[in-house]
């Protein structure tokens, strides 16, 4: 799990004392886990923001909240604090983050992530494109937003069918369909 060293803890400390609130703690968690695009991030969290998956980790003086999705992500991570003479850095260390840690049990949202990280926007980054994943709505639909040189291209509609609803759907049966919320009005860097 992760480790937040004394000095960490302290600098935390000080920060949580000066929010609003006696109830504040942090949430750990992993954007995009298991993908090039991970990104280890420390939040404020007050009593009741929490998900109710979270794993709760008492420290002397604040709560953590550990995000369950993104646990197995953080095995070694480490919370640091070093002054400096600018003040101070806080670190924040995870070597397995974008580590594909993906299984037929991960959840959808993780199974989509890496699917689009490592087999569909290899493909769209030749032409300067890419695709993330917004959410997982009702009846297990996909909400894709396209960036980059997709966003506003004439052919996003090919690449939407035949490519990555294509290519989610067939590995991914429990998945019933695939919808772009991208304004395609935007054609600034659209790839022609």
């Not at 709760?56 to 604040?62: E, T």
């Not at 594909?100 to 699917?115: A, Q």
């Not at 689009?116 to 494109?129: I, K, M, R, Y």
């Amino acid at each position: 799990m992760v480790e937040i060293t004394e000095s960490a803890q302290e600098y935390l400390r000080d920060l949580l004392s000066k929010q609003d609130g006696s109830h504040v703690g942090i949430r750990v968690f992993i954007a995009d886990p298991g993908t090039p695009m991970a990104e280890t991030c420390i939040a404020y969290c007050r009593t009741g923001e929490e998900q109710s998956d979270d794993i709760r980790v008492d420290y002397p003086h604040f709560p953590a909240w550990i995000d369950a999705n993104s646990e197995r992500f953080l095995e070694d991570a480490l919370v640091d604090y070093a002054e400096d003479r600018m003040g101070g850095q806080l670190t924040i260390k995870a070597p397995n983050a974008k580590v594909p840690n993906v299984s037929e049990d991960s959840p959808l949202e993780d199974r989509i992530n890496y699917l689009l990280h490592s087999q569909v926007n290899p493909s769209l980054a030749s032409h300067g494109g890419m695709v993330s994943l917004v959410e997982v709505v009702e009846e297990s639909v996909a909400v894709l937003q396209f960036g980059g040189g997709c966003q506003g291209c004439g052919m996003v509609d090919m690449t939407l069918k035949d490519g990555v609803e294509k290519t989610l759907l067939e590995q991914l049966p429990e998945l019933t369909a695939v919808r772009d919320v991208t304004d395609h009005s935007i054609t600034e860097n659209a790839y022609f």
